[in-house]
């Protein structure tokens, strides 16, 4: 699995070890490696993915594995097909970004909480500098289908730039662009605020996630810097220009919940309730 997912993992571990037989989705799971995974280490983990036309071998991979119909489930017409209120935890790794009706999809997600559930999300906004999926900086902030677009990409594939460099150059371009076109939705970071606000209270975790990665690295000594708001305010502004954003949700309750792990801020559970855990919050 790569860091995005073991980060999730581990969110989801703690969540479990307070909650013990939490109920965790992966919305998006593709392969479902983390699906898997949780549930070697004991957690009620399950996958949905549409399991869209670029990647047709994802579903034929998980038929073979004999995941597909119980863990994992297919995402048919718009509806995540399990029952209302039946999780704890939505977590999501760059799935956001590839939702055209987001509004919908927010309302499924919402639908398959538990009240008090948490929603986490890593994916990019518009703001991001680098384009993930073609490796070419600001290529999305470009208006499709246009002249200066596809030079602009010809010229920096010739330079060396750009993912999946086995194809040749002009249909590389042709079918990472139209690839760009038709499947990826970026939004601006207030954009997505105000679409989740709509269903859920509104954090963003990055700072936490930056620490996560740091003390896996060998930058692990920069991890305390984080204690000092000009530091953490750089590194995380940082890090959602050059990568993507962390979200959390939290869906209303009427009661609060007893345990909240430590990775969820402040400002979606109220100072008065105790938290637990090895990494702390963000601030809020």
Sequence with gaps: MDVNHHYLLQL????????????????GCGNAEIVEEGRKKGLNFYGADIFYDPNPETRIGLQARGLLGDQVREIRDGRIPFEDESFDLVTSNMVFEHVEDMVAVLREVERVLRPGGLVVALFPTMEVWREAHTGLPFVHWMRPNSVYRRNYALILRACGFGTFKTRPLTKWVGDLLGYLDRYVY???RNVVTELFSAHF?????????????LERSRLRFCKRLLNFPPFAWFATAAFNRLAFVGLVAR???DVEAAHIPAWVPKKLIGMSVPQVGSVEPDPS
């Design 12 to 27: 989801a571990t703690e969540l479990n070890d307070l909650r013990p037989g939490a109920r965790i989705l992966d919305y």
């Design 186 to 188: 970026y939004r601006p």
């Design 201 to 213: 209270s509104v954090d963003w975790i990055e700072r936490h996630h930056v620490a996560y990665r």
């Design 251 to 253: 869906k209303p309750s």
